[in-house]
T-cell receptor, first 114, second 114 residues
């Protein structure tokens, strides 16, 4: 079965500093990997996704993520964080044989210090 | 395009009652998935509807049921409510075909069971 682990419950970074949010997945074949962001009172917004090909994927709002098969990881990065990036971030995994079902991690809450 | 809409925004029920949540998918989408997001956790897949039939189901009891209408809108019904059913219920719509078709999430319905 698929599973996703986000080891960090909370992360605090200063505005302008770089950011890396960790995500590890468990799945036998090549997974479909996603990062979503959720602001208070809002639904989930897709930041980026990986299906195949180039292991470094670019997303919206200046985010990128790198798929590392050997480490079963899909970490999210941003070179310079803005105060508006404060939100909760979710990593998710899907698979063709599971249809549209996504399995989410528990999330990482990002706080940005000014 | 209004995107995915859900109603109501908030709902308060007591144990043992029944509740119905509603979802209108994004224009052009034919598949609706429902997720439960308990406080401090990531969304958990409940089930998915396509062509008015339940196509996939997560690990949820039969108290959770749903329906999809010919216009692709959907309802989630929960019977015999328990305190543990208190959560944010998210609806996501997509085009059928697998996880590579982006799922768009609504803002959710916050259910509180007293």
């Amino acid at each position: 079965a698929q599973s996703v682990t986000q080891p960090d419950i909370h992360i605090t970074v200063s505005e302008g500093a770089s950011l890396e949010l960790r995500c590890n997945y468990s799945y036998g074949a090549t997974p479909y990997l996603f990062w979503y962001v959720q602001s208070p009172g809002q639904g989930l917004q897709l930041l980026l996704k990986y299906f195949s090909g180039d292991t470094l994927v670019q997303g919206i709002k200046g985010f990128e993520a790198e798929f590392k098969r050997s480490q079963s990881s899909f970490n999210l990065r941003k070179p310079s964080v803005h105060w508006s990036d404060a939100a909760e971030y979710f990593c998710a995994v899907g698979a063709r044989e599971y249809g549209n079902k996504l399995v989410f991690g528990a999330g990482t809450i990002l706080r940005v210090k000014s | 395009d209004a995107g995915v809409t859900q109603s109501p925004t908030h709902l308060i029920k007591t144990r043992g009652q029944q509740v119905t949540l509603r979802c209108s998918p994004k224009s052009g989408h034919d598949t609706v998935s429902w997720y439960q997001q308990a406080l401090g956790q990531g969304p958990q897949f409940i089930f998915q509807y396509y062509e008015e039939e339940e196509r996939q189901r997560g690990n949820f009891p039969d108290r959770f049921s749903g329906h999809q209408f010919p216009n692709y809108s959907s309802e989630l019904n929960v019977n015999a409510l328990l305190l543990g059913d208190s959560a944010l219920y998210l609806c996501a719509s997509s085009i059928a075909g697998g996880p590579y078709n982006e799922q768009f999430f609504g803002p959710g319905t916050r259910l509180t069971v007293l």
